[in-house]
Protein backbone atom coordinates (compact mmCIF):
# COMPACT_ATOMS: atom_id res chain seq x y z
CA UNK A 1 0.00 0.00 0.00
CA UNK A 2 1.13 3.43 -0.54
CA UNK A 3 2.41 5.62 2.17
CA UNK A 4 1.68 8.77 0.22
CA UNK A 5 -0.63 11.35 2.28
CA UNK A 6 -3.08 13.74 -0.12
CA UNK A 7 -3.50 17.33 0.76
CA UNK A 8 -6.28 17.56 -2.04
CA UNK A 9 -7.82 14.34 -3.68
CA UNK A 10 -6.00 13.80 -6.63
CA UNK A 11 -7.65 14.96 -10.26
CA UNK A 12 -8.17 12.62 -13.43
CA UNK A 13 -9.51 13.28 -16.84
CA UNK A 14 -11.97 9.98 -17.74
CA UNK A 15 -11.53 10.54 -21.33
CA UNK A 16 -7.88 9.23 -20.95
CA UNK A 17 -9.62 6.00 -20.06
CA UNK A 18 -11.84 6.18 -22.84
CA UNK A 19 -10.93 8.07 -25.30
CA UNK A 20 -6.97 7.59 -25.02
CA UNK A 21 -4.35 5.48 -25.96
CA UNK A 22 -3.28 2.32 -24.36
CA UNK A 23 -1.03 3.85 -22.72
CA UNK A 24 -3.01 7.01 -21.42
CA UNK A 25 -5.70 4.52 -20.04
CA UNK A 26 -3.16 2.22 -18.35
CA UNK A 27 -1.80 5.43 -16.75
CA UNK A 28 -5.23 6.40 -15.39
CA UNK A 29 -5.90 2.89 -14.08
CA UNK A 30 -2.78 3.26 -11.92
CA UNK A 31 -3.65 6.72 -10.93
CA UNK A 32 -7.02 5.73 -9.73
CA UNK A 33 -5.61 2.42 -8.29
CA UNK A 34 -3.16 4.54 -5.72
CA UNK A 35 -6.19 7.26 -5.44
CA UNK A 36 -8.44 4.51 -4.18
CA UNK A 37 -5.63 2.90 -2.45
CA UNK A 38 -4.87 5.33 -0.33
CA UNK A 39 -7.48 8.63 0.19
CA UNK A 40 -10.46 6.92 -1.44
CA UNK A 41 -11.58 9.65 -3.61
CA UNK A 42 -11.14 11.20 -6.67
CA UNK A 43 -11.97 14.01 -8.99
CA UNK A 44 -12.98 13.70 -12.57
CA UNK A 45 -13.74 15.13 -15.64
CA UNK A 46 -14.47 14.10 -19.13
CA UNK A 47 -17.45 12.49 -17.52
CA UNK A 48 -20.81 12.34 -19.60
CA UNK A 49 -22.56 15.15 -16.98
CA UNK A 50 -22.76 18.71 -18.61
CA UNK A 51 -22.76 21.13 -16.58
CA UNK A 52 -25.90 22.81 -18.03
CA UNK A 53 -27.40 19.84 -16.97
CA UNK A 54 -26.21 20.23 -13.91
CA UNK A 55 -27.40 23.78 -12.83
CA UNK A 56 -30.94 22.88 -14.29
CA UNK A 57 -31.36 19.75 -12.23
CA UNK A 58 -29.81 21.94 -8.88
CA UNK A 59 -32.53 24.41 -9.74
CA UNK A 60 -35.30 21.69 -9.90
CA UNK A 61 -34.63 20.54 -6.26
CA UNK A 62 -34.11 23.71 -4.98
CA UNK A 63 -37.79 24.78 -6.26
CA UNK A 64 -38.84 21.45 -4.71
CA UNK A 65 -37.33 21.96 -1.03
CA UNK A 66 -38.68 25.37 -1.05
CA UNK A 67 -42.13 23.77 -0.86
CA UNK A 68 -44.44 24.17 2.12
CA UNK A 69 -43.63 21.21 4.39
CA UNK A 70 -46.25 19.44 3.90
CA UNK A 71 -46.58 19.97 0.62
CA UNK A 72 -43.25 18.04 0.40
CA UNK A 73 -44.46 15.07 3.07
CA UNK A 74 -47.03 14.51 0.04
CA UNK A 75 -43.98 12.24 -1.82
CA UNK A 76 -43.24 10.37 1.87
CA UNK A 77 -43.49 6.83 2.20
CA UNK A 78 -42.54 5.28 5.01
CA UNK A 79 -42.58 1.83 4.07
CA UNK A 80 -40.20 2.35 1.23
CA UNK A 81 -37.41 3.29 3.68
CA UNK A 82 -36.23 6.65 1.97
CA UNK A 83 -35.71 4.77 -1.16
CA UNK A 84 -37.57 6.84 -3.18
CA UNK A 85 -39.46 9.93 -2.81
CA UNK A 86 -38.84 12.35 0.06
CA UNK A 87 -37.62 11.63 3.40
CA UNK A 88 -37.58 14.89 5.77
CA UNK A 89 -35.86 16.21 8.32
CA UNK A 90 -34.53 13.42 11.72
CA UNK A 91 -35.42 10.57 9.91
CA UNK A 92 -31.01 9.09 8.98
CA UNK A 93 -28.48 9.28 11.21
CA UNK A 94 -24.99 7.74 10.21
CA UNK A 95 -23.88 4.74 11.11
CA UNK A 96 -23.02 4.60 15.42
CA UNK A 97 -23.94 8.15 15.63
CA UNK A 98 -27.25 8.69 17.99
CA UNK A 99 -28.20 12.60 16.41
CA UNK A 100 -29.88 12.44 13.25
CA UNK A 101 -28.32 14.61 10.51
CA UNK A 102 -29.38 18.03 9.97
CA UNK A 103 -30.78 17.67 6.07
CA UNK A 104 -33.55 16.22 4.04
CA UNK A 105 -33.73 14.85 0.59
CA UNK A 106 -35.72 13.21 -2.14
CA UNK A 107 -34.92 9.90 -3.99
CA UNK A 108 -34.71 8.97 -7.43
CA UNK A 109 -33.93 5.28 -8.34
CA UNK A 110 -33.33 2.60 -10.98
CA UNK A 111 -35.32 3.01 -14.75
CA UNK A 112 -36.44 -0.37 -15.46
CA UNK A 113 -38.36 -1.32 -18.54
CA UNK A 114 -41.63 -2.61 -17.95
CA UNK A 115 -41.11 -6.22 -19.40
CA UNK A 116 -37.99 -6.38 -17.41
CA UNK A 117 -37.66 -9.23 -14.40
CA UNK A 118 -36.31 -6.43 -12.32
CA UNK A 119 -39.12 -4.35 -13.13
CA UNK A 120 -41.64 -5.89 -9.81
CA UNK A 121 -37.82 -5.80 -7.48
CA UNK A 122 -37.63 -1.94 -7.42
CA UNK A 123 -40.44 0.49 -6.05
CA UNK A 124 -41.55 3.52 -9.00
CA UNK A 125 -40.15 6.60 -9.07
CA UNK A 126 -42.26 9.36 -7.20
CA UNK A 127 -42.62 12.63 -9.46
CA UNK A 128 -43.73 15.68 -7.32
CA UNK A 129 -46.84 17.42 -9.51
CA UNK A 130 -45.20 20.99 -8.13
CA UNK A 131 -41.89 20.78 -10.00
CA UNK A 132 -42.87 19.01 -13.23
CA UNK A 133 -39.20 19.87 -14.78
CA UNK A 134 -37.80 17.41 -12.10
CA UNK A 135 -38.64 14.19 -13.32
CA UNK A 136 -36.79 14.49 -17.11
CA UNK A 137 -33.84 16.58 -15.32
CA UNK A 138 -33.60 13.72 -12.90
CA UNK A 139 -34.12 10.80 -15.36
CA UNK A 140 -31.05 12.33 -17.51
CA UNK A 141 -28.49 13.26 -15.09
CA UNK A 142 -29.04 9.66 -13.59
CA UNK A 143 -28.29 7.76 -16.57
CA UNK A 144 -25.32 9.97 -17.61
CA UNK A 145 -23.88 9.43 -13.90
CA UNK A 146 -24.86 5.56 -14.42
CA UNK A 147 -23.16 5.65 -17.40
CA UNK A 148 -20.05 7.69 -16.06
CA UNK A 149 -20.34 5.08 -13.51
CA UNK A 150 -19.76 1.94 -15.46
CA UNK A 151 -16.45 3.27 -16.95
CA UNK A 152 -15.31 4.09 -13.70
CA UNK A 153 -15.89 0.49 -12.60
CA UNK A 154 -14.31 -0.67 -15.45
CA UNK A 155 -10.68 1.20 -14.71
CA UNK A 156 -11.48 -0.60 -11.38
CA UNK A 157 -11.55 -3.61 -12.98
CA UNK A 158 -8.72 -3.96 -14.84
CA UNK A 159 -6.79 -2.14 -11.35
CA UNK A 160 -7.77 -5.26 -9.34
CA UNK A 161 -6.32 -7.43 -12.04
CA UNK A 162 -10.40 -8.47 -13.31
CA UNK A 163 -11.39 -8.48 -16.91
CA UNK A 164 -12.80 -4.72 -17.97
CA UNK A 165 -16.33 -5.61 -17.79
CA UNK A 166 -16.32 -7.62 -14.50
CA UNK A 167 -19.06 -5.31 -12.93
CA UNK A 168 -21.12 -4.36 -16.26
CA UNK A 169 -23.75 -7.28 -15.75
CA UNK A 170 -23.94 -6.27 -11.99
CA UNK A 171 -24.29 -2.93 -12.54
CA UNK A 172 -27.08 -3.06 -15.48
CA UNK A 173 -30.00 -1.88 -14.04
CA UNK A 174 -28.78 -2.13 -10.55
CA UNK A 175 -29.98 -0.52 -7.14
CA UNK A 176 -28.52 2.89 -7.98
CA UNK A 177 -29.89 6.01 -6.54
CA UNK A 178 -29.54 9.38 -6.92
CA UNK A 179 -30.04 11.66 -3.58
CA UNK A 180 -31.02 15.39 -3.96
CA UNK A 181 -30.23 16.95 -0.37
CA UNK A 182 -30.89 20.06 1.05
CA UNK A 183 -29.10 20.73 4.36
CA UNK A 184 -31.78 23.40 5.38
CA UNK A 185 -30.39 27.00 7.12
CA UNK A 186 -29.25 26.55 10.51
CA UNK A 187 -31.15 29.63 12.54
CA UNK A 188 -30.56 28.73 16.08
CA UNK A 189 -27.24 27.26 16.12
CA UNK A 190 -27.01 27.17 20.04
CA UNK A 191 -30.13 25.23 20.14
CA UNK A 192 -29.09 22.25 18.81
CA UNK A 193 -27.63 19.03 20.36
CA UNK A 194 -24.27 19.21 20.78
CA UNK A 195 -23.52 16.73 17.87
CA UNK A 196 -26.00 17.88 15.38
CA UNK A 197 -23.85 18.22 12.25
CA UNK A 198 -24.90 18.79 8.40
CA UNK A 199 -24.14 14.91 8.09
CA UNK A 200 -21.95 13.02 10.80
CA UNK A 201 -18.68 10.86 9.45
CA UNK A 202 -19.75 7.77 7.65
CA UNK A 203 -18.49 5.67 4.89
CA UNK A 204 -21.01 4.89 1.48
CA UNK A 205 -23.00 1.84 1.47
CA UNK A 206 -22.69 1.46 -2.43
CA UNK A 207 -20.10 0.32 -4.91
CA UNK A 208 -19.22 3.47 -5.92
CA UNK A 209 -20.63 7.49 -5.24
CA UNK A 210 -20.21 10.33 -8.25
CA UNK A 211 -20.77 13.74 -6.33
CA UNK A 212 -22.38 16.42 -8.49
CA UNK A 213 -20.60 19.70 -7.01
CA UNK A 214 -22.05 20.48 -4.25
CA UNK A 215 -23.97 24.53 -3.42
CA UNK A 216 -21.14 25.17 -0.55
CA UNK A 217 -18.45 24.27 1.08
CA UNK A 218 -18.22 21.53 3.92
CA UNK A 219 -17.45 18.29 2.53
CA UNK A 220 -14.47 16.73 4.61
CA UNK A 221 -12.42 13.37 4.31
CA UNK A 222 -10.41 12.17 6.83
CA UNK A 223 -7.28 11.29 5.75
CA UNK A 224 -5.34 8.32 6.81
CA UNK A 225 -2.84 10.38 9.71
CA UNK A 226 -6.45 11.33 11.03
CA UNK A 227 -6.07 14.75 9.48
CA UNK A 228 -9.73 15.72 7.91
CA UNK A 229 -9.04 17.60 4.44
CA UNK A 230 -11.78 19.80 2.38
CA UNK A 231 -13.01 18.31 -1.10
CA UNK A 232 -14.19 20.55 -3.27
CA UNK A 233 -15.18 19.66 -6.93
CA UNK A 234 -14.71 22.85 -9.57
CA UNK A 235 -17.87 22.97 -11.91
CA UNK A 236 -17.14 20.53 -14.33
CA UNK A 237 -15.96 18.05 -12.02
CA UNK A 238 -17.33 14.72 -10.05
CA UNK A 239 -16.11 13.17 -6.94
CA UNK A 240 -16.11 9.95 -6.79
CA UNK A 241 -15.37 7.60 -3.98
CA UNK A 242 -15.43 4.36 -3.25
CA UNK A 243 -18.31 2.50 -0.95
CA UNK A 244 -18.17 -0.32 1.55
CA UNK A 245 -20.17 -2.96 -0.96
CA UNK A 246 -16.52 -2.02 -3.50
CA UNK A 247 -13.99 -2.41 -0.15
CA UNK A 248 -15.83 -5.24 0.90
CA UNK A 249 -15.50 -7.20 -2.35
CA UNK A 250 -12.27 -5.86 -2.18
CA UNK A 251 -11.34 -6.91 1.22
CA UNK A 252 -10.14 -3.32 1.69
CA UNK A 253 -7.95 -3.28 -0.84
CA UNK A 254 -9.78 -0.67 -2.40
CA UNK A 255 -10.79 2.12 0.47
CA UNK A 256 -14.07 3.45 1.64
CA UNK A 257 -12.97 6.33 3.50
CA UNK A 258 -14.64 8.25 6.46
CA UNK A 259 -16.13 11.72 5.61
CA UNK A 260 -18.40 14.11 6.84
CA UNK A 261 -20.46 17.37 6.19
CA UNK A 262 -19.43 19.94 8.44
CA UNK A 263 -21.64 22.90 9.79
CA UNK A 264 -20.64 26.28 8.14
CA UNK A 265 -19.21 29.25 9.94
CA UNK A 266 -21.63 30.98 12.28
CA UNK A 267 -21.96 33.69 9.51
CA UNK A 268 -23.05 31.45 7.04
CA UNK A 269 -25.18 29.22 8.55
CA UNK A 270 -28.45 31.00 7.50
CA UNK A 271 -27.91 30.07 4.27
CA UNK A 272 -28.92 26.70 2.90
CA UNK A 273 -26.78 23.86 1.07
CA UNK A 274 -27.48 21.74 -1.88
CA UNK A 275 -25.57 17.99 -2.88
CA UNK A 276 -26.74 15.29 -5.33
CA UNK A 277 -24.64 12.03 -5.07
CA UNK A 278 -25.39 9.60 -7.13
CA UNK A 279 -24.96 6.08 -5.24
CA UNK A 280 -24.34 3.48 -7.61
CA UNK A 281 -25.29 -0.04 -6.34
CA UNK A 282 -24.84 -3.24 -8.48
CA UNK A 283 -28.03 -5.78 -8.49
CA UNK A 284 -29.39 -7.05 -4.68
CA UNK A 285 -27.99 -10.84 -6.04
CA UNK A 286 -24.56 -9.35 -6.40
CA UNK A 287 -22.03 -11.96 -4.65
CA UNK A 288 -19.98 -9.26 -2.16
CA UNK A 289 -17.74 -12.24 -1.33
CA UNK A 290 -14.13 -10.75 -0.83
CA UNK A 291 -12.23 -11.84 -4.02
CA UNK A 292 -9.83 -14.00 -3.87
CA UNK A 293 -7.19 -11.99 -5.55
CA UNK A 294 -7.35 -9.82 -2.64
CA UNK A 295 -6.57 -11.72 0.42
CA UNK A 296 -3.43 -13.29 1.13
CA UNK A 297 -1.60 -14.44 4.68
CA UNK A 298 -0.50 -10.83 4.79
CA UNK A 299 -3.80 -9.65 4.17
CA UNK A 300 -6.23 -12.26 5.78
CA UNK A 301 -10.27 -12.63 5.09
CA UNK A 302 -12.03 -9.39 6.76
CA UNK A 303 -15.50 -10.30 5.89
CA UNK A 304 -18.23 -12.51 6.21
CA UNK A 305 -20.02 -13.64 2.78
CA UNK A 306 -22.74 -11.41 1.70
CA UNK A 307 -25.05 -10.46 -1.20
CA UNK A 308 -25.83 -6.88 -1.82
CA UNK A 309 -29.00 -6.77 -1.02
CA UNK A 310 -28.51 -8.29 2.31
CA UNK A 311 -25.60 -6.02 2.86
CA UNK A 312 -28.12 -2.65 2.36
CA UNK A 313 -30.81 -4.06 4.33
CA UNK A 314 -28.35 -4.38 7.13
CA UNK A 315 -27.05 -0.82 6.57
CA UNK A 316 -30.61 1.32 5.60
CA UNK A 317 -31.88 -0.68 9.68
CA UNK A 318 -28.17 0.86 10.94
CA UNK A 319 -29.25 4.30 9.56
CA UNK A 320 -32.49 4.45 10.47
CA UNK A 321 -34.48 4.05 7.45
CA UNK A 322 -35.42 0.65 7.52
CA UNK A 323 -37.69 -0.14 10.34
CA UNK A 324 -36.70 -3.78 11.87
Partial sequence: MS???????????????????????????????????TIGFVAIKGHYLSD???????????????????????????????????????????????????????QVGQFVPDNHELKKEYPDNLWPSEVPELASLAKEAYQNLEKTGFEMLRAIALYLGLNENYFDSEVTYGNSILRAIH???????????????????????????????????????????????????LPNQLVVNVGDMLARLTNDKLKSTIHRVVNPPKDQMKK?????????????????????????????????????GAFLAERLAEIGLLKK
Fill in 3 to 37: KKLYDEIPSLNLEDFTKGTDETKKQFVKELGEAYN
Fill in 52 to 106: DLSQKLYKAVENFFSLPTEQKKAYEKEELAGQRGYTSKGKEQAKGHKVPDLKEFY
Fill in 183 to 233: YPPIENPEDLPADAVRAAQHGDINLITLLMGASADGLQVLRRDGEWIPITA
Fill in 272 to 308: SRYSIPFFMHPKSSMDLSCLDSCVDKENPKQYDDMTA
